[in-house]
C-alpha cells in the first residue's frame, strides 16, 4: 500500500505489480530469498569500432561543451533498451518477494567532485522515458553533473550528510525502520526520492580514470536489480571475416543482475541488441517512431 495524497492505493509508488508471471518466475523468489543469492554476472566486449568514428564525425565541427561522448550514447542506448525490453525494468519487493516493474525508467551514478582521491563523491540521478535523444541526454547530463559538482547539494546529500551525523546505534535504528516500511511498501516518497539505490539500474563509467569494468555487487536494498560498470575503451587485436588480424576498439561491460527478475536469455538477447544500436548510431539522433 502507498499513500496518493487522498488515499491508500495497493501496489507500490514505484512500480506495478506484475501479476500475469509463468509458474516458474513466481517460485523463483522463495527459491532465492535475497539479491546476494540470486545475482548473476554477466560481462560484454562491446565492438565500439565504428561507434567512436562516428563521433569523431559528429564531434568535428561542434563546440567543446556540446560534444558527444560514449556515456551520453550509452545512456541514451541503455534507456532505449529499457523501453524496448520491459523485463529489465522489473524488481523483487515487499513481503512474499512480489515482481514489479518500474513506472519509469531511472538511473543513478556516483560523480566523483574532481579526479582526486580526496574529492568528495556526490550522487546523480536521471529519469528516461527510453525517448530521448542522444543530444538530450547530453543536455541532461551535463546539467547534472554541474550541479553535482557545483555548490549545490540536492536531497540525496542532504539525507547522507544528516544520517552521517547520527550516533552508530540510531543510525542502525533508522536504517532497520526504512527497509521495514520499504517491505511493507510504505516508505515515503520524500525518502525514496533521496536514495539513490531506488533505480532501474545504477551505473558506474570507470573510462575516465582508464581503468577496467569491475565485477560489482548489488545492493541489497531498493530496487536496482542490475548493477552496470563500464570499462574504457581500448583498441584489441581481432579477426576479421577475411581471416585477417585488425584492430579494433572495444569495451568491456559488466551487468550484475537479480536473476529472479528476469532469466538468462533476455538479458544476453538484450545485450545483442544494444551492440546493435552502437553499430548504427544514427538511430540514437532520433526519437523511435
Known amino acids: 500500500m502507498f499513500w496518493t495524497g487522498r488515499r491508500l492505493a495497493r501496489g507500490r509508488r514505484d512500480g506495478r505489480l506484475v501479476t500475469d508471471l509463468p509458474t516458474m518466475r513466481r517460485v523463483v523468489p522463495h527459491l532465492m530469498r535475497t539479491r546476494v543469492e540470486s545475482t548473476v554476472y554477466y560481462p560484454q566486449r562491446l565492438d565500439v569500432d565504428r561507434l567512436v568514428h562516428w563521433l569523431e564525425v559528429v564531434n568535428a565541427d561542434r563546440p567543446q561543451q556540446e560534444r558527444l561522448r560514449f556515456f551520453h550514447v550509452f545512456l541514451t542506448a541503455l534507456a532505449r533498451l529499457y523501453l524496448l525490453r520491459p523485463e529489465l525494468n522489473r524488481f523483487i519487493a515487499g513481503v512474499g518477494g512480489r515482481t514489479y516493474e518500474h513506472r519509469d525508467i531511472t538511473f543513478s551514478f556516483t560523480v566523483k567532485q574532481a579526479l582526486t582521491d580526496e574529492a568528495p563523491e556526490v550522487q546523480a540521478q536521471l529519469r528516461f522515458t527510453g525517448t530521448e535523444t542522444v543530444d538530450e541526454v547530453r543536455e541532461m547530463v551535463d546539467t547534472v553533473l554541474a550541479r553535482s559538482r557545483g555548490a549545490d547539494r540536492d536531497d540525496t546529500d542532504r539525507l547522507v550528510d544528516t544520517l552521517g551525523r547520527l550516533p552508530g546505534p540510531v543510525l542502525a535504528g533508522v536504517a532497520r525502520t526504512v527497509w521495514t516500511l520499504d517491505g511493507l511498501n510504505l516508505l515515503p516518497r520524500v525518502l525514496q526520492d533521496a536514495i539513490p539505490v531506488y533505480a532501474s539500474a545504477y551505473l558506474v563509467n570507470l573510462g575516465s580514470l582508464q581503468a577496467e569494468a569491475p565485477f560489482h555487487h548489488l545492493y541489497q536494498q531498493g530496487t536496482a536489480t542490475v548493477f552496470v560498470s563500464i570499462g574504457t575503451i581500448r583498441p584489441e587485436p581481432v579477426v576479421d571475416a577475411d581471416g585477417a588480424v585488425v584492430a579494433r576498439r572495444r569495451v ?31 538511430v540514437l539522433t532520433r526519437r523511435p517512431g
Open 252 to 282: 568491456d561491460v559488466v551487468y550484475t543482475v537479480d536473476e529472479r527478475a528476469t532469466d538468462g536469455f533476455y538479458l544476453v538477447r538484450s545485450a545483442q541488441i544494444l551492440q546493435a544500436m552502437f553499430e548504427d548510431p544514427d
